[in-house]
């Protein structure tokens, strides 16, 4: 989805290098955030309150050790109080966040989509380590995530047309022209929801029958709905193509390492899922076109 209408310095008349230096920043301040949620979600705890704390010592951390990157590195990786190591997590969600944040703004530009890229980079790489973590995927992340791609798809068509939705333009959503366009883009949502939950689901029932295990949590089905609903049908099949291609092959990697050959080793699929959805986003389109040209001419 590269939809360049201005540069950031056409339009604010700073240097590229500027917009580039503040995303950074924001990335690794809101990747700072994110510790706190990965931290504290899945223990339904709050995250506004209290200040974060050192988990041996109790001291609570002073601002000006709390800034993203630089105070682990200051610090030496140790609490300033106590001298407990600090997980070298810490200050990697935070680098993660800001490069990632640094490739949705050169991939995007400076647009109105650039806000909802953000926004839906976070909501996955909070996924992806509350799955890694904790092996699920919290309703307080998947289903405002679904309200959110709701809502985009519903006010987004009214000011910017088709635009941002490469989906409205093909099938079967293409044969609705004489529909508005907010109502297409809503079915879109619905659609690609389907396509993404639905078929997780379907696997997971079909796994369940010839098997008898749970293979496929709930906690997929519905991050994969949310994901659909933005992303629209095709995207949605690439990132389950990338999560499951990726999932395999490191799965095939883990199960070969382990002692005992047991092939009902849990493996945290919503991470795979979460890599597939954030290069979906990004390059889904380049990278559809060129399986198109490569594989269909
Ligand atoms: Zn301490």
Known sequence: MKILLASFETLTGLPELVGYIFIFTFGAAVGSFLNVVIHRVPNDESIIFPNSACPKCSNRIKFYDNIPILSWLLLGGKCRNCKIPISIRYPLVELLTALLFVLVFWQIGFNAFLPVCLIFVTAIVALIFI???HMILPDVINFPLLFFALLVRLIYP?????????????FPLSQMETYPVWMVSLLGAILGGLVGGGSLWLVGEIWKRLRGVDAMGLGDVK???AVG??????LTLLTIFLGAFSGAVIGIFVIARQKDKDLQTQIPFGIFLGIGSIIALLFGEQIVKWYLTMFAA
């Open 158 to 170: 009214l000011f910017f047309g088709s635009s941002y939705f490469s989906d409205l333009q093909i």
């Open 223 to 225: 991050m994969m709905f």
């Open 131 to 133: 799955d890694a973590e």
């Open 229 to 234: 609903a933005l992303l629209g049908w095709r």
